[in-house]
């Protein structure tokens, strides 16, 4: 129980919480250790609980009626998912959830935490706050989906993977899942690469990538490389606040 009181302080939502809250969230929370592939929850299941990334990757995905997989998000360690569902009279996750590397999770009994949150106006408004930067993170990701190129969602994506200062990283997912998140065919992803590639703009290698012209890179992303209100910032506690263009 110590280590979950631990993890759970360690993220801003579960930290506004009264000693007496927290107490009682610990008691309705569970530690999980997820193997590579496993599945931790399928689309249109009745929600249950919501969880807490302490390591590995988690991707959230829809199936299509045909069977066919969209990437909606990876989580990353210290984000939450599936909390707002909370809200919803008999919700179902709208997405299914898979863990891509091992991984442990803190797992809350949504229905609980639900009903003592009548009783804590701060984390509610947290919540409230979160949910509106998601919102905004949705809609410029429609914008980008619909009036930008594959190219620039590929470049732009480059960009936010890079290290401060760095030219040299590895992809933290791989190329496959990447190209369903940014809503390509994993074809039309590999013909993206090798034209960059070709225009020595980068070099990628297994999974490491190496941009040689950055100045071209960043041409190439126009505006899809501004980060304010990106879709993957909003799953962290607290939101980053948004940066205005060139900064």
Request: aromatic fraction near 6%; hydrophobic fraction near 40%.
């Amino acid at each position: 129980m110590q280590s979950i009181k631990n993890a759970l302080l360690t993220n801003p939502l579960f930290a506004k919480l009264t000693p007496q809250q927290l107490e009682r969230t610990v008691q309705h929370a569970l530690a999980l250790q997820i193997e590579e592939g496993a599945s931790i929850f399928e689309q249109g299941d009745p929600v249950k609980r919501f969880y807490l990334v302490i390591r590995g990757q988690i991707k959230l995905f829809r199936l299509s009626p045909a069977g066919n997989e969209k990437v909606i998000e990876v989580i990353t360690p210290g984000s939450t998912f599936a909390e707002a569902l909370m809200f919803l009279e008999q919700p179902h996750y709208p997405v299914g959830a898979e863990a891509l590397t091992s991984a442990e999770l803190i797992s809350i009994d949504t229905a609980d935490f639900a009903d003592m949150l009548k009783d804590s106006i701060d984390t509610c408004f947290l919540l409230l706050g979160d949910m509106s930067q998601r919102l905004r993170g949705l809609l410029r990701e429609i914008d980008e989906l619909s009036l930008h190129s594959a190219t620039c969602r590929v470049a732009a994506s480059l960009l936010q993977m890079r290290p401060p200062g760095s030219t040299d990283f590895d992809l933290p997912i791989a190329k496959q899942v990447l190209a369903s998140r940014l809503s390509i065919t994993p074809e039309t992803f590999s013909r993206i690469i090798k034209n960059l590639t070709k225009q020595d703009i980068i070099a990628i290698k297994g999974g490491h990538v190496r941009i040689l012209d950055l100045p071209s890179l960043e041409r190439a992303a126009d505006v899809c490389a501004l980060k304010e209100d990106s879709l993957q910032s909003s799953f962290h506690y607290p939101c980053p606040p948004v940066q205005p263009p060139g900064q």
